[in-house]
């Protein structure tokens, strides 16, 4: 019979299966953050353990840094405590890290990917629930906390017990102004924030083989919303191409080894999976969430649910979370006046992300009241976001320009909207107070936040730009 | 690891679906290395507007002060895979879940710090939170792993399935690093094959730099 994309990796990195009936996998690449490596690394030491494999370990300040130009260690004074203890960690170590003046810091599931460190058919551990973001190049990214960390630093292998397998195969065209982003939340949906518990996800069909590298990731990213630790996509030429050059991937004859092997990565046409699903995607409009999970997401032409017409199981949650963001059952979302607009996060913060976002902002303005914002995902965004002037078309508009980090995402780094605002965003997690206190949050993709910001409310982004992508 | 074989305590009820661990830890609530994690649990739903405690919020009632068990809807700890929402349990005397079911990571966290996960079926979950609820913290409920039982007022025992393996880890708090360990000369044996056969595999490096280029 024959195998999953997911099994092939996971085969050839099982190194051995434990007493208790766990696998060993080997994790060919391990990228830390400030939030959780200073404790695995006291732990660690405690123990009396070494780092098995600094070489193949990376340290990346993102979650505390501040986002103000010109920051320092202690611009967000509660992150300085982090990033001192992170420094420290990695020098003793011996850990290359990104710190906070690398030419090329960033968001670890950004930066990554983008330097060509993680490859096909590589296993990827994060000590961050979106590790599952390297999906779309092919890996397979396993988020976890702050034991998992350690020991993968003492052992580089995770002990993991053997997933279902789930294929997603999203068919159809995506209309002009629809994104991974709207695919990914109209998969949330439809499979609810639990959907995906026990499984790894295989995304596949015709949506996927035309999504470029940058969607890919992001419909990856987006998999742990469902519950599912991780989620992939069969790399292919487009992945190659995209991955061919980067500083850190393989060069010369060993690149012509590596995609002899890469070619071989994806799922037998015979492969079973536990579970099959198929979604069309031809008549998915912009998507924006109403709730305070994921899965609470309505086309932009829709009205808010009616938790009295909802499964019982569902309607004390839907009842809280309308109460949560201010909202009566029926209402269009369009028409909703906003208060904040963040362009940001390890979701949708890639250059192609900024280009769409710029594209809808290019010669008008942040709406009068509004506060927006972008922040990009590296400074290699950064700097090919500015080589194209597209810092100046939103300067121009009114938006704020950062530093690279997680910034409104995590509301680790003093970034975070006022009580009651409500605030639309291209971040993963529309969860109560994560955005500030009482801050009610509209996740949607880029180019719908950019029309909300210079609407100053919601609004279809294909009345704006005339449905053209 | 602590070894975990029963709880016996309070049961607190919580019955609500898909609590993410924003709500079981809100770090933002208190940014620095070592935060009080006892202090932090559930923060935000515990306090009102003004700082003062939320006196309807179940972990605050009186006869909860000291909980041991915490009995949950679906979904529990969903979200960011910070442990701190795993600390915070352990730092307030909590050492059982009982919940519908459990996101994967925070189950994982938990078997790692020995917070035992129980996951019961819908139909027994329903039976067991009215029970709990019923009792309202005037008398504990036990937890037994090595039988695999809860037992406590208002019904008979219930049984509970947890993962042989997962079970024994508890059992004996075995240390998760040590028992990997074991296999270190495989782990050294399988990075020495892909060295020969997939040598970028093993080797991590910005080839700018080997190459002599300026990145």
Redesign the interface.
Same mark, same amino acid.
């Given at each position: 019979m024959g195998r999953t994309l997911f099994d092939k990796i996971w085969d050839a990195h099982r190194?051995?299966t434990?007493?208790?009936?766990?696998d060993?996998i080997?994790m060919?690449?391990h990228v830390l953050h400030e939030?959780?490596a200073?404790?695995a690394f006291e732990c660690l030491e405690r123990?009396g353990?070494p780092v098995?494999r600094p !070489?193949?370990t990376?340290s990346v300040q993102d979650h505390?840094v501040a986002t103000r130009p010109g920051r320092t260690d202690t611009t967000n004074p509660?992150?300085s405590?982090?990033l001192r203890?992170m420094r420290e960690g990695s020098r003793r170590h011996g850990i290359r890290l990104f710190d906070i003046d690398d030419?090329?810091q960033g968001i670890c599931h950004v930066v990554a990917p983008e330097?060509g460190?993680v490859?096909p058919g590589?296993t990827h551990a994060v000590?961050?629930?979106h590790a599952c973001s390297v999906g779309g190049l092919g890996a397979l990214g396993y988020?976890?906390?702050?034991?998992?960390l350690?020991?993968v630093l003492?052992?580089?292998?995770m002990?993991l017990?053997r997933p279902k397998r789930m294929r997603i195969r999203l068919e159809g065209r995506l209309a002009p102004q629809v994104t991974a982003k709207d695919v990914a939340l109209r998969i949330i949906a439809e499979l609810g924030?639990?959907g995906g518990?026990?499984f790894a996800v295989e995304y596949a069909g015709a949506v996927v083989r035309n999504m470029p590298i940058e969607g890919r990731l992001t419909l990856c990213n987006l998999t742990i919303e469902m519950?599912?630790?991780t989620g992939l996509v069969a790399p292919d030429e487009t992945t190659f191409e995209w991955l061919a050059g980067r500083?850190?991937?393989?060069?010369g004859a060993?690149w012509d080894?590596?995609l002899a092997?890469w070619r071989t990565l994806n799922s037998d046409d015979d492969a079973q999976f536990d579970t099959d699903l198929e979604i069309d995607c031809a008549s998915l409009e912009p998507q924006v969430t109403w709730g305070t999970?994921p899965s609470q997401v309505i086309g932009i032409s829709g009205r808010v649910p009616d938790p009295g017409r909802a499964d019982a199981?569902r309607r004390?949650?839907m009842e809280r979370a309308l109460a949560y963001m201010g909202l009566e059952p029926g209402v269009p979302l369009a028409g909703l006046p906003i208060d904040r607009a963040f362009i940001g996060s390890c979701t949708n913060n890639r250059l192609s992300d900024l280009e769409a976002a710029a594209a809808v902002v290019r010669g008008r303005r942040v709406a009068p009241g509004v506060k927006a914002m972008v922040i990009p995902g590296s400074q290699t965004v950064k700097r090919q976001a500015e080589a194209r002037g597209l810092h100046q078309v939103f300067q121009a508009a009114g938006f704020f320009w950062g530093e690279p980090g997680c910034s409104m995402c995590?509301?680790?780094n003093g970034d975070?909207g006022e009580p009651g605002e409500r605030c639309i965003s291209t971040t993963n997690?529309n969860?109560?107070?994560?955005q500030g206190?009482r801050v009610r949050t509209h996740l949607a993709s880029p180019a719908t936040v950019a029309a909300a910001a210079v609407a100053g409310r919601i609004v279809d982004v294909r009345q704006l730009v005339g449905g053209t992508a | 690891m602590q070894p975990f074989t029963s709880v016996t305590g309070i049961a607190v009820p919580l019955i609500?679906?898909?609590i993410?661990t924003?709500?079981i830890a809100?770090?933002?609530m208190a940014?620095?290395?070592?935060p009080d994690y006892a202090d932090l649990l559930f923060k935000?739903t515990r306090t009102r507007p003004d700082g003062s405690p939320d006196p309807d919020f179940p972990l605050n009632k009186p006869q909860f002060r000291n909980p041991a068990i915490l009995v949950t809807g679906?979904?529990f700890g969903?979200?960011?895979?910070?442990?701190a929402a795993?600390w915070g349990m352990l730092a307030v005397g909590i050492r059982a879940i009982v919940a519908r079911?459990f996101?994967?990571?925070y189950r994982?966290?938990c078997l790692?710090?020995g917070l035992l996960p129980v996951e019961l079926a819908p139909e027994v979950a329903a039976d067991f939170e009215r029970r709990v609820i019923a009792a309202d913290g005037s008398a504990p409920f036990t937890i037994d792993l090595l039988e695999q039982r809860i037992r406590g007022p208002g019904g008979p025992d219930i049984a509970f399935r947890i993962?042989?393996? !997962?079970r024994?880890?508890l059992l004996e708090g075995?240390d998760?690093?040590g028992?990997?360990?074991?296999?270190?000369d495989?782990?050294a044996a399988?990075?020495q094959r892909?060295a020969r056969e997939?040598?970028?595999?093993?080797?991590?490096?910005?080839?700018?730099r080997a190459s002599g280029e300026t990145?």
């Open positions: 190194v051995a434990r007493a208790d009936g766990r060993l080997y060919d690449r939030l959780h200073p404790h123990a353990r098995r !070489d193949l990376f505390t509660d992150g405590e982090f203890a030419p090329e330097l460190m490859l590589a000590p961050d629930s988020g976890c906390g702050t034991s998992e350690e020991h003492a052992t580089q292998v002990a017990k924030v639990a518990r026990g519950g599912a630790r500083p850190w991937a393989p060069q060993e080894a590596a092997r999970d199981s004390a949650g995590a509301g680790s975070r997690r969860f109560e107070h994560r206190t | 609500q679906d898909d993410n924003d709500q809100p770090v933002q940014r620095a290395l070592k935000r679906r979904n969903c979200g960011s895979s910070r442990e795993v079911s996101a994967d990571i994982e966290n790692q710090n993962g042989e393996a !997962d024994m880890r075995l998760d690093i028992l990997t360990l074991k296999h270190a495989e782990i399988w990075e892909v997939a040598p970028w595999m093993q080797t991590a490096r910005d080839r700018r990145a």
